[in-house]
């Protein structure tokens, strides 16, 4: 049986007003939220204020990126070690946005899945196409590809310790969600390609729906059999529409 996770991804969004807000307001309601594995996923700069407020609640957080190095002479960049120093339990790695605008290619986020996991880190691994690969027939070849690029580096069992989160391109951000059939034959798909080289990989791996995803419409999609929960964008920013996502997954 896997545990639903949903998890909240803010992006570059928030200040340290608001960040305070949102974690009261989610704070407050998590108790209602039942079975459901809930984690936030702030800028950098706010992890501290994250750890503060949450140590000792139900809710696990996480960063939106790693390097893949240790440490020393790399300006700008932030190490596994130090996520670690702020409490955090996983990080995404592979997001569309950071493929497409900040040139991360499959070999890189796989090299940042693998430094993840070294470090006991629980990597979220963003796959999906875009609306172009979609409508050319090539979903299952790209998300394949995404996927591959993690299992020839680490081994299947690699995916054992993290989460995948299919996120179409074309629906992050649009207020178009894939429809629940959509995105259930895609994490039927992916399923499908780890049980090909492991059968308890597949079953344990949890795979999240990603984008638009809101509390109306994530009862639905978190109803599909390979369905394990969302990875929320715009409404993670809300503490009350992300309870209501919660509630749907609990
Ligand atoms: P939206 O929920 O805003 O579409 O974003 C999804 C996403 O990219 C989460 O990582």
Redesign the pocket.
Known sequence: MRQPLVAG?W?MNGSRASVRELLDGIKHGIAEVGGAEVVVCPPFVYLQEVQDQLAGTAIAWGAQNLSTEGSGAFTGEVAASMLLDFGCKYV?VG???RRSYYGEDDALVARKYAVARAMGLVPIL?VGETLEERETGVTEEVVGRQMDAVIDLEGVEALQDGVI?Y?PVW????GVTASPEQAQEVHAYIRSRVAGKSTSAAESLRILY?????ADNARELIGKPDIDGG??????LKADDFLAICRAAG
């Open positions: 991804n992006k995404i997001h569309s946005e963003c989160a996120e629906a992050i951000g649009t990603g984008g638009s995803m809101k990875l929320i964008g715009g409404a993670s």
